[in-house]
């Protein structure tokens, strides 16, 4: 069996896959390069996946039992995550913080004898304080050193040895002393920012009330199977994502949506695991099993987020690994060109060197981009915003254009039926089912309607052998209902079936000139019927594009697949100036390719289908969440939880925050490396400094990183 260096039973069992485990030790990037260097080694580049923020690793095969070996070996604890919650010892969970004070009362006493004249007894003192206080860096060195992996354990220990040697024991003791406090510090800190992830996952209760053989069984809700019902009581968070099947109730789906204001739910109604009933009982079907539910996959795009990485998070990591070996070369040249090129006294630039090693860590520097970009996410993620990496994060500072689709998107997507203009012998009432009984199967918004439309007059369309089902993207539906085959669309699809007609033309033009779409019910060769449709724009839309003019987005422009007079007078509505109607899935595309062109970065919102070629192409695909449709929130690179086109401006400021502290804390890192660089050539830094600041270094970006989770919207 294999153990933790905290005693801790590990993976003795690898049975399954997909198990992860959780990695302690992983201080630094440079610690997490020496645990990959092993990794690749061990199971290939392509073998595993690592999270330095959330420290979890996964294998994509079920590992071998010398990957653990290994790991363990060089310092790593490794744990199966279901087994963190295990009962450890005080020793076990404190055992870091009681070394460190221990050592720290020694230090401290060993610098009050110094001041003494106890020279041999301080000088005891302060061995044992950097024995008790970094045995474990030590450790940790020699595991690195021996992989050949330049980490900051290296250079500390090196820098310790170094300062004993030239009798510098009070500045030893120093140096594991602060780098002690630090670690300590920055893991608190970064605990913190995988709390603030878990905390997103905590809403989703783990067990969940189902209903099987008549009986209510309580069962955890990773046991809950697609078709289950769930009974949902006043007060209760629902467990999976379902739809209402009986009942009515206010439900506060603030942990999906960032709403705060609760919706009604009905029959017929999705809604989310996490989400808190508040009044009445209600009986829901579930559609998802928990893995897959949407908190589960925002809780997976939060933690993995960082691995998309920004740009400028990659330049970060190329520069640290070039930063670090040259100031260890300069170090080399600091200890032994002056005393043998110029005579000058051995001792003062060997410790000179000593201080050049502590200021080559890159801790500081490589950890200033991933805080920040993770805080930024689950930021975003509390407030309905769902952005999957950093690069995306990056990219929306760039963006000086904005598409828009129309509906579902600028507005409410529920169009309702006005018109009912039957052309032929068929009745509006037969006319209407045979077009719920061809739009049964589609995801359109023209769909939602008619069906609708027929629930409402009580018009069964569910009694038809239906087949050859087919979804013509931006232009219609066909299929066979009861051996013959019916076409709806618009009217190009109209005229490309050849069922188009004077009459056709006539009641569309009529009903475009009321600001309605027009859809086309067909047989084989002739014209059925022709149904109007209205749909409002949200209320929000015409607020958000105002704000986003304010922060600067350049040009704004409503691409529609819906006629001229439709388009037009939707884009009056909201406040854009420019827009395009009639457009096909692939014209949409052009638009942004066109657009992307004249202005370089381009992020397309949409919801559809239809949409998600352009979202595809786009910087910045943004996605409705509510609304849109799996393939749309596949393509997307952030999602619009709530449908609320008024969080674009929260998105587009939260993300020029998140650079703007990352570029502060780069230039902070960076900053105070140059300055102890300047001041150690010139012999005004010493040894403990140059810990204090770069250990302060490394925390003050981490605490301003943390400052977006705290981000609200600029006025």
């Known amino acids: 069996m294999y153990r933790s260096s905290e005693g801790i039973p590990v993976a003795d069992a690898m049975t ?15 610690e997490e390069a020496l645990l990959r260097k092993v990794l690749d080694a061990q199971v290939g580049a392509g073998g595993y996946s690592f999270n330095q923020i959330t420290a979890e690793l996964a294998f994509g095969r079920l590992p071998k039992q010398e990957v653990i070996d290994e790991l363990q070996s060089i310092g790593f604890a490794i744990r199966r995550r279901k087994d963190l919650q295990s009962p450890q010892t005080f020793l076990e969970r404190h055992g870091g913080a009681v070394a460190l004070g221990a050592a720290t009362l020694l230090g401290l006493a060993g610098f009050a004898l110094e001041g003494i004249g106890g020279g041999t007894m301080s000088r005891a003192l302060f061995l044992t304080a950097i024995f008790i206080g970094g045995w474990r860096v030590f450790v940790k060195a020699y595991n690195a050193a021996r992989t050949f992996t330049l980490d900051m354990n290296v250079l500390m220990a090196t820098a310790v040895v170094g300062a004993m040697v030239i009798d510098r024991w009070a500045e030893g ?26 905390g997103l996952m905590s809403d989703a209760p783990n067990e969940a009330t189902v209903i099987r053989m008549g009986k209510e069984l309580l069962v955890p809700s990773s046991d809950v199977l697609p078709g289950d019902i769930l009974l949902v009581r006043p007060g209760e968070r629902i467990g999976l994502d379902g739809v209402v099947i009986e009942g009515r109730s206010f439900v506060d789906q603030k942990a999906i949506t960032g709403e705060s204001m609760p919706v009604i739910q009905e029959p017929g109604s999705q809604v989310y695991a996490g989400s808190i009933n508040q009044r009445g009982s209600l009986r829901i079907l579930v559609t998802k099993p928990f893995e897959e539910t949407v908190i589960a996959r925002i809780m997976h795009l939060v933690e993995h987020a960082q691995e998309n990485r920004a740009p400028v998070q990659t330049f970060v990591d190329r520069f640290a690994r070039v930063y670090t070996p040259a100031v260890l070369v300069l170090a080399v040249l600091v200890a032994l060109v002056p005393p043998l090129a110029f005579g000058e006294p051995f001792v003062v630039w060997f410790y000179r060197s000593l201080v050049l090693l502590v200021i080559a860590c890159p801790c500081a520097l490589v950890i200033s981009t991933p805080v920040t970009i993770v805080s930024a996410v689950t930021c975003a993620a509390r407030k309905g915003l769902l952005i999957k990496g950093g690069r995306h994060i990056e990219e929306l500072t760039r963006v000086r254009a904005i598409a828009f689709d129309k509906t579902g998107t600028l507005t409410e997507g529920r169009p309702r039926v006005t018109d009912i203009l039957p052309l032929d012998s068929v009745t509006g009432e037969r006319a209407l089912q045979l077009a719920a009984g061809i739009e049964y199967r589609s995801e359109h918004h023209v769909a939602s309607a008619i069906l609708t439309e027929a629930v409402n007059r009580g018009i069964p369309y569910d009694g038809f052998s239906v087949s050859a089902f087919e979804s013509v993207p931006g232009l219609g539906v066909h299929a066979l209902l009861d051996g013959s085959m019916y076409y709806l669309g618009n009217h190009q699809f109209c005229e490309e079936k050849g069922y188009c007609s004077r ?19 067909g047989e084989t060769g002739k014209p059925l019927a022709v149904f109007g449709l209205h749909d409002t724009a949200r209320g929000v839309s015409r607020s958000a594009i105002d704000k986003l003019k304010r922060q600067g987005v350049e040009h704004m422009v409503l691409l529609s697949g819906d006629n001229e007079s439709v388009t037009r007078a939707v884009a009056q509505e909201t406040g854009l100036e420019n827009y395009a109607a009639g457009l096909l899935p692939e014209q949409k595309l052009s638009a942004v390719e066109d657009l992307k062109k004249k202005f370089g970065s381009v992020a397309m919102v949409g919801d559809g289908v239809n949409d998600a070629p352009a979202l595809a192409s786009s910087s910045v695909g943004i996605a409705m969440g509510v609304n849109g449709t799996d ?10 939880m709530s449908d609320d086109v008024g969080k674009l401006p929260v998105l587009l400021g939260l993300s020029r925050k998140a650079v703007r502290v990352i570029k502060q804390n780069i230039a902070l890192a960076l900053g105070l490396k140059l300055v102890f660089l300047l001041l150690t050539v010139s012999g005004n830094a010493t ?18 990183g943390l400052r977006l989770l705290a981000y609200r919207e600029e006025s």
Do not use: P
């Open 16 to 30: 399954n896959a997909a198990e992860r485990f959780v990695v302690s030790g992983v201080c630094c990037a440079t």
């Open 173 to 198: 003791a120093a140096v594991v002393i602060l780098f002690g406090l630090s670690l300590a510090l920055e893991s608190y800190s970064m605990a913190r920012t995988r709390r603030a992830i878990q």
């Open 503 to 521: 009459e056709v033309e006539e009641a569309l033009e009529r009903l475009s000139a009321e600001g309605k779409t027009g859809v086309v019910l």
């Open 631 to 640: 393939v749309a929130l596949e393509t997307a690179d952030v999602i619009l």
């Open 687 to 704: 040894l403990w400094m140059a810990v204090l600041a770069d250990d302060g270094a490394a925390l003050a970006v981490i605490f301003n």
